[in-house]
């Protein structure tokens, strides 16, 4: 028996990176956690951008939401506050961001190696407890991963073909788009119960129980009769 938990993400996005640990925290103490399987979807928060793009984060938040750059930092410092608390590094200065298209091309790679955790994990810490910008660049992508343990000729091969694992980021990010998720991270367990956004791991650890119940339901009692138990058996009655 076990419990499959999809996660749609994007490495650009510091909630799908918070979401992350806590949903580990969660998982942690889940007394099944050994039947829990867990796959990373793809989902790009602008599948507009060219595969090359790069630029930095603060002027790109002021724009997106209107505000000012002193606003968009005074946000970064709140989101990194928040990541230091749950032990993450978080750069609020330096960063960029960009086009993840290739990125969830080679976690469909790394999935197919068994090893797209390592991965995801690596470009998060690349992407927000590491200053230099990561978008737009093949060459420290290609390094970022293979500091993940993946051989680098086969790592440059798959950036090489742009057609390499497209399709299998494309129909995750249908999916997500049936499943109704309108941004990320989004959570879905036995394709029964989603969770939206970074929660609590409390929130998470409630669905991870609700999943399992429902694999292994109450036993409903036919019929009772005469029983043995830990405080004796019970005594015959005599007519």
Same mark, same amino acid.
């Given at each position: 028996?076990?419990?499959?938990?999809?996660?749609?993400?994007?490495?650009?996005?510091?909630?799908?990176?918070?979401?992350?640990?806590?949903?580990?925290?969660?998982?942690?103490?889940?007394?099944?956690?050994?039947?829990?399987?867990?796959?990373?979807?793809?989902?790009?928060?602008?599948?507009?951008?060219?595969?090359?793009?790069? %630029? +930095?984060?603060?002027?790109?938040?002021?724009?997106?939401?209107?505000?000012?750059? /002193?606003?968009?930092?005074?946000?970064?410092?709140?989101?990194?506050?928040?990541?230091?608390?749950?032990?993450?590094?978080?750069?609020?200065?330096?960063?960029?961001?960009?086009?993840?298209?290739?990125?969830?091309?080679?976690?469909?790679? /790394?999935? +197919?190696?068994?090893?797209?955790?390592?991965?995801?994990?690596?470009?998060?810490?690349?992407?927000? +407890?590491?200053?230099?910008?990561?978008?737009?660049?093949?060459?420290?992508?290609?390094?970022?991963?293979?500091?993940?343990?993946?051989?680098? /000729?086969?790592?440059?091969?798959?950036?090489?073909?742009?057609?390499?694992?497209?399709? /299998?980021?494309?129909?995750?990010?249908?999916?997500?788009?049936?499943?109704?998720?309108?941004?990320?991270?989004?959570?879905?367990?036995?394709?029964?119960?989603?969770?939206?956004?970074?929660?609590?791991?409390?929130?998470?650890?409630?669905?991870?129980?609700?999943?399992?119940?429902?694999?292994?339901?109450?036993?409903?009692?036919?019929?009772? +009769?005469?029983?043995?138990?830990? %405080?004796?058996?019970?005594?015959?009655?005599?007519?």
């Amino acid at each position: 028996m076990a419990v499959q938990v999809e996660i749609w993400t994007d490495i650009n996005c510091p909630f799908c990176y918070l979401g992350k640990r806590r949903f580990e925290e969660a998982l942690a103490g889940f007394p099944h956690r050994d039947a829990v399987e867990v796959v990373h979807r793809s989902f790009e928060l602008d599948p507009t951008l060219d595969h090359g793009h790069s %630029d +930095a984060v603060i002027p790109h938040i002021a724009g997106k939401y209107g505000i000012s750059e /002193a606003q968009a930092a005074a946000n970064e410092r709140g989101i990194a506050a928040q990541a230091e608390a749950m032990g993450l590094d978080y750069r609020v200065e330096g960063r960029d961001f960009g086009s993840s298209f290739d990125m969830h091309r080679l976690l469909h790679f /790394a999935l +197919a190696q068994g090893k797209q955790e390592a991965l995801l994990d690596a470009l998060y810490a690349a992407n927000f +407890a590491d200053a230099r910008p990561l978008f737009g660049d093949t060459e420290r992508l290609v390094q970022v991963a293979a500091d993940a343990g993946f051989d680098a /000729a086969e790592v440059r091969a798959v950036l090489a073909d742009p057609e390499a694992y497209a399709d /299998a980021v494309r129909a995750d990010e249908a999916e997500a788009g049936r499943l109704g998720a309108r941004g990320v991270p989004f959570f879905v367990i036995d394709r029964k119960y989603g969770v939206s956004g970074a929660q609590q791991p409390e929130t998470f650890a409630q669905a991870l129980e609700r999943a399992w119940a429902d694999h292994a339901p109450e036993l409903e009692v036919l019929g009772e +009769a005469d029983t043995c138990g830990p %405080d004796g058996c019970a005594v015959p009655q005599r007519d």
